[in-house]
T-cell receptor, first 113, second 113 residues
Framework: KNQVEQSPQSLIILEGKNCTLQCNYTVSPFSNLRWYKQDTGRGPVSLTIMTFSENTKSNGRYTATLDADTKQSSLHITASQLSDSASYICVVSSGGGYNKLIFGAGTRLAVHP | SQTIHQWPATLVQPVGSPLSLECTVEGTSNPNLYWYRQAAGRGLQLLFYSIGIDQISSEVPQNLSASRPQDRQFILSSKKLLLSDSGFYLC????????????FGPGTRLTVT
């Protein structure tokens, strides 16, 4: 069964600190892996997208890694800001004719001053 | 630039009443369109996707239906709402497949009472 699991479920950090969010997946076939940021009550917004051959990709203070052998990905946030408070969703695409995405349940991050 | 609209933003409906949620996309032609539902603490679940007018596929059996009367308009409907239909409904669009991005709308919060 195609699944995407994320940990931790929730996380609280102080402003300025770094954090790392984890994603494990069992999706086959694998096309690409994405990280989305979702503010409360809003639609998800893409942060990064990586294919099988990409190990790391950065978007500002966000850096995603991918280990296709162990089927693990991480999202590292550097020098957190209050605006980073949101849910971060790991999404794996199994390809196919309509770009089917399998979503994780997300990690809810709260950045406190 | 492309934009995606959803309305209404929030909706409270009694059990057994009908439903109609609307999604429109601007600034692109012949997009792939998607309806997702997000339950609290769960990952997004794909409900319907459409690759063209009147070309709609359903991912899961349910109480809902979708229609695409125009190229950039996608409608989610129900004849009789159930309590379990409560959730956050997101419309998304993409052009192409594979690693192409999916762009999400602002969502509709539906509460069935």
């Amino acid at each position: 069964k195609n699944q995407v699991e994320q940990s931790p479920q929730s996380l609280i950090i102080l402003e300025g600190k770094n954090c790392t969010l984890q994603c494990n997946y069992t999706v086959s076939p694998f096309s690409n892996l994405r990280w989305y940021k979702q503010d409360t009550g809003r639609g998800p917004v893409s942060l990064t997208i990586m294919t099988f051959s990409e190990n790391t990709k950065s978007n500002g203070r966000y850096t995603a890694t991918l280990d296709a052998d162990t089927k693990q990905s991480s999202l590292h946030i550097t020098a957190s800001q209050l605006s980073d408070s949101a849910s971060y969703i790991c999404v794996v695409s199994s390809g196919g004719g309509y770009n089917k995405l399998i979503f994780g349940a997300g990690t809810r991050l709260a950045v406190h001053p | 630039s492309q934009t995606i609209h959803q309305w209404p933003a929030t909706l409270v409906q009694p059990v057994g009443s009908p439903l109609s949620l609307e999604c429109t996309v601007e600034g692109t032609s012949n997009p792939n369109l998607y309806w997702y539902r997000q339950a609290a603490g769960r990952g997004l679940q794909l409900l319907f996707y459409s690759i063209g007018i009147d070309q709609i596929s359903s991912e899961v059996p349910q109480n809902l239906s979708a229609s695409r009367p125009q190229d950039r308009q996608f409608i989610l409907s129900s004849k009789k709402l159930l309590l379990s239909d409560s959730g956050f409904y997101l419309c998304a669009w993409s052009v192409g497949t594979g690693r192409y991005e999916q762009y999400f709308g602002p969502g509709t919060r539906l509460t069935v009472t």
